[in-house]
């Protein structure tokens, strides 16, 4: 299809949907070239699928019960195939069970939030390397330059919103090490993000695999460990289970909104043995929520990945 002709499809969720809740997590951060939101009922995404560029635009309705999508390009059609499960539609809650008040209060909040799985396994992996041991506003920037300059202009809408398709892998393993470390991407991040583009093939097919063996592939590419692979598995697999172990903040946040003390990552696991099959639920959960320790003094600039994990 040409990138001027739109496919549309409307999809009516069979339970409630917050929908900028559910993907608000594939974007990183504000600047991030390839996504775009009015902050309402809007989102739009530039990315690079099995068939191809697209830009996919989801708006709300909520009074309706039903998204709009709208896609441009290659992709089009495989985006719009795959919608009920980028919104989570696969996800299944029905055995799980709050044993805190501050997590049935959360759940109630956010009833219409569920674990979405874009599919896309490449495209939430390289990001989350980039992410190992740097600050978040590193990170972005990081990416957003890689991506403007190695991506391509999005198709239909997102070259009106000046968005970017991310690189294929081939372009990925490409990039000399001068141009990461230009970005920002020490050669500890750089090279297993060479390694991932260079196996892209074979880390793709971990979409449908059983969670424990679909996060063990990821972690055989070297510099690839719990905390990267957990952090796709909850994109792009929709693994309800991979709460963020190795995460500066998470550990803490969480041992502090369920105890009123923060916990290290075995105080973290003692936590969510209850929770075990919906651990990032309850994440997911107390971030919507709010359920942050609170900051004192001076604030430091953190990385939000411990180094070694």
Avoid: C
Avoid at 24 to 42: E, I, K, L, Q
Avoid at 117 to 130: F, N, R, W
Wanted: glycine share 10%; proline share 8%; net charge positive.
């Amino acid at each position: 299809m040409s990138d001027g002709a739109a496919l549309t499809r409307t999809v009516r969720p069979e339970r409630p949907l917050q929908l900028g809740a559910v993907i608000s997590t594939f974007r990183r951060g504000g600047g991030d070239p390839t996504s775009w939101s009015d902050r309402g009922r809007t989102w739009v995404f530039a990315w690079r699928v099995p068939t191809g560029p697209v830009t996919l635009r989801l708006i709300d309705h909520p009074r309706l019960g039903e998204v709009e999508a709208q896609a441009w390009g290659e992709g089009a059609e495989w985006v719009l195939d795959r919608l009920p499960h980028l919104l989570g539609e696969h996800d299944d809650d029905a055995d799980f069970e709050s044993h805190h008040d501050v997590v049935g209060e959360a759940r109630r909040r956010f009833a219409g939030w569920r674990v979405p799985a874009s599919g896309l396994v490449v495209q939430a992996l390289i990001p989350t390397i980039i992410e190992q041991r740097v600050t978040g506003k590193e990170a972005f920037a990081a990416y957003r330059t890689l991506v403007r300059r190695n991506g391509t202009p999005a198709p239909g809408i997102g070259a009106d919103l000046r968005l970017f398709v991310p690189p294929d892998p081939k372009t990925w393993a490409l990039i000399p090490s001068w141009e990461w470390l230009r970005a920002g991407v020490d050669g500890a991040r750089s090279r297993p993000a060479v390694l991932v583009a260079a196996r892209a093939g074979r880390l793709e097919q971990t979409v449908g695999m059983p969670s424990l063996e679909a996060r063990r592939r990821l972690e055989t590419v070297p510099g690839v460990g719990r905390w990267t692979a957990n952090e796709v598995a909850h994109r792009a697999l929709g693994d309800a289970d991979a709460v963020s172990f190795g995460d500066y903040h998470v550990a803490k946040n969480i041992g502090w909104a369920l105890t009123g003390s923060p916990v290290d990552d075995d105080g973290l696991a003692e936590l969510l043995e209850p929770y075990a099959g919906h651990r990032y639920r309850v994440q997911r959960l107390l971030e919507l929520s709010g359920a942050m320790r609170p900051r004192r003094g001076p604030r430091f600039t953190l990385p939000t990945h411990l180094p070694g994990r």
